[in-house]
């Protein structure tokens, strides 16, 4: 019987050491395989947009015959991420006699007046004016610009006069 006990202990033997053997065969190809490789991706779209940073409200001028000069009328945010940059127009409502205008709203007579966008005239080939065109993205904070409007004191007719201003951006 001591016999196989012993043949018995050996063979238990023989089969532990072919286990671990296996486990440090197992282990040995686990440490070759070290790293993993995770996929990842996203978008980040293209996001313009201009807003007005002033209180909201109509601009009123109270008595027109008295022409007004460079009035500021709203401070223009400019915000793109556009890898190619951006451009805002300005599209103006009563354009009349190659210029922006007031129109009253009885009379259809109009009082022609002048925009400055950031110090610069702007210039109206139609109705539609190019503020700002450029190549490159804003900060994330964007850039601040003013919007000043001016007209010529005069006699003009007694109406009530109105225009509407309409600022688009887009990217390029």
Do not use: H
């Amino acid at each position: 019987m001591a016999f196989m006990n012993r043949k018995w202990g050996r063979l238990f033997f023989a089969a532990a050491a072919l286990g671990a053997a296996s486990l440090l065969a197992g282990g040995a190809q686990a440490a070759n395989n070290n790293n993993v490789s995770i996929p990842l991706s996203g978008t980040v779209p293209v996001t313009c947009t201009v807003a007005n940073n002033s209180s909201g409200t109509t601009t009123t001028f109270s008595d027109m015959t008295q022409g007004a000069s460079n009035v500021l009328i709203g401070t223009i945010t400019e915000t793109c991420n556009g890898r190619s940059g951006y451009k805002v127009t300005l599209t103006e409502q009563n354009f009349s006699a190659n210029q922006p205008s007031f129109k009253g709203s009885s009379s259809g007579s109009v009082i022609p007046y002048t925009l400055s966008y950031n110090g610069s005239t702007v210039n109206f080939p139609n109705s539609t004016a190019t503020l700002t065109n450029s190549g490159s993205q804003t900060g994330t904070n964007g850039v601040a610009k003013a919007l000043n409007l001016s007209f010529s004191a005069g006699a003009y007719t007694a109406d009530s006069y109105s225009d509407t201003i309409t600022i688009t951006m887009a990217s390029n």
